[in-house]
């Protein structure tokens, strides 16, 4: 008996669009908003040293107990609090996979990141979003009635939020935590950039999940490291879902070194993109049909007359690569940028002033 195979697929799945990244390449890389500069050296050098006297032929820890300590020190939290992934998608994958199934449902504000979606789909949730208002940022008196009206299992607040850098209040948190009968999670993945952290909340309020990442303002994208911080009954039930040794000891290691060298080696490259996040609104604004969104993270919108495809594709011709956001509800006009280094930014003014002459 015959059967096309992608009817063993769920429908949920067969609908649903890859969630992927176009293989563009460029020299100026401002696409994904990773640290513009590599890892500092230090950092890797102790990091090789380390792995070198380990044996590659054994195992890592079965729960990587040392890190969770370090990254508890870190945010202010309890280790038993703390669960590391394999990126911080492998842990809103994890918790969105012991939450939803057939018949659940997660709130989320639009535009924001793709994968929140596309996981709550994969998984045969129902997908409920609220716009952004006007402003691009978010709209919580209607936030607040849609968690009053359809009673979320799962709300997640990306702040600052990707791709429009817009930060929740922590006032306007507590709401949504205290309004919310499920979980509420906010994705801090950017949050070295903000200012603001939402860890002190967890203490109070025991429906909080927090997600970080080593991606962006720790410069290990490459490596592949996330952290959650909840209620350790809480941690308890997420690593359930989460495989054995997700953590390779590479990426252990180097997250660990990572912390130890912050203070020291990290938080003035976080300074300095901050610098440059205020220096480079300030230079797009004066730009004659280029509007940028003020941001509190690594990356802005900006609104332009001319198409974002054309801006995409000129940039591309100068070997800058952007993100081209005009897909995304409420942004059809509108690229991304992310911070770059001083000189990638002075590169990024000089070809956008050319381009929309
Ligand atoms: C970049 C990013 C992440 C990071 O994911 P990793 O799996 O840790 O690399 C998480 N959330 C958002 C919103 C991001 O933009």
New binding site residues.
Partial sequence: MSMNIIDSIKDSVRSLRAYTLAPDRASVKLN??ENPWDAPLAIKQETLKRLDARAWSRYPDFAPIELHKRLAEFSGWFPEGVIAG?????L?QALLVITIAAGKRVLINEP??A?YRQITTVLGGEVLSVPLNGALSFDTRSLLAAIKSSAPNVVII?SP??PTGCVMELSDLVSVLEETRGLVVV?E??FEFSGQTVVPLLRQHTNLVV?R????AMAL?GL???YLLAAPELVREVAKAVLPYNLNFVSQTAAEVSLEMYEAALRPLVQTMIRERERLHGELSNIKGLSPVPSRANFMVVRSALEPKKVFAGLLQQDILIRDVSGYPMLSEYFRVSVGTPRENDLLVKALKEILR
């Fill in positions: 994904q908003n394999n990126g911080s998608n492998e809103i924001t990141f994968l990306c939020n990707n994705d993945a950017y997600l990442t080593f991606s962006k994208a592949r490291v996330g």
